[in-house]
């Protein structure tokens, strides 16, 4: 989910009264629960023209690269003009109920190019979060995972 919110993708539902069209965010509202109303069904997920713009990177924490449940997982998106983040858009999946944007984050990063990846706040990225503790890792492993993550995957982006 991380990479389709860093896209401002949408869903769109249908039911026998029409469709409807709702940010992706706003679709997932708990574990194993969305915004789907008695009815209605997913018909498509909608990645605007805009998501194009700008360059992306997605990072994955986990015991294996594929298959497995992550201990955490990040995208970011970050357009670019001259030497300035003009806007950016980061992702954190694993690290609470639904994956979600962390705008903090987001608004930090926009400024220079050089030096954005330290402008990752691991107090931001841990007061946006609501990990649990389980089998995989513990809360605070997650908290911290995240915020290196988010740096790394912004470091990608700028490469």
Excluded: N, W
């Excluded at 009815?39 to 990072?59: D, I, K, T």
């Excluded at 970050?78 to 992702?91: F, H, M, Y």
């Amino acid at each position: 989910m991380p990479p389709l919110l860093a896209l401002d993708a949408e869903v769109e539902l249908a039911c026998a009264a029409g469709t409807r069209r709702l940010p992706l965010g706003g679709f997932l509202t708990g574990v194993r629960r969305t915004a789907l109303r008695p009815g209605e069904m997913l018909l498509a997920v909608h990645v605007p023209p805009s998501a194009l713009c700008g360059r992306s990177a997605f990072e994955k924490l986990g015991a294996r690269a594929y298959l497995v449940i992550s201990i955490a997982m990040v995208a970011v998106r970050l357009e670019i003009l001259g030497s300035q983040i003009t806007a950016a858009a980061v992702a954190v999946g694993a690290c609470s109920p639904v994956a979600r944007r962390l705008a903090e984050v987001e608004a930090a990063l926009c400024g220079p190019v050089a030096g954005a990846a330290g402008r990752v706040s691991a107090q931001a990225v841990a007061a946006a979060l609501d990990p649990i503790d389980d089998i995989r890792a513990t809360a605070g492993y997650r908290r911290h995972a995240a915020a290196e993550l988010i740096r790394r995957a912004v470091e990608r982006a700028l490469a």
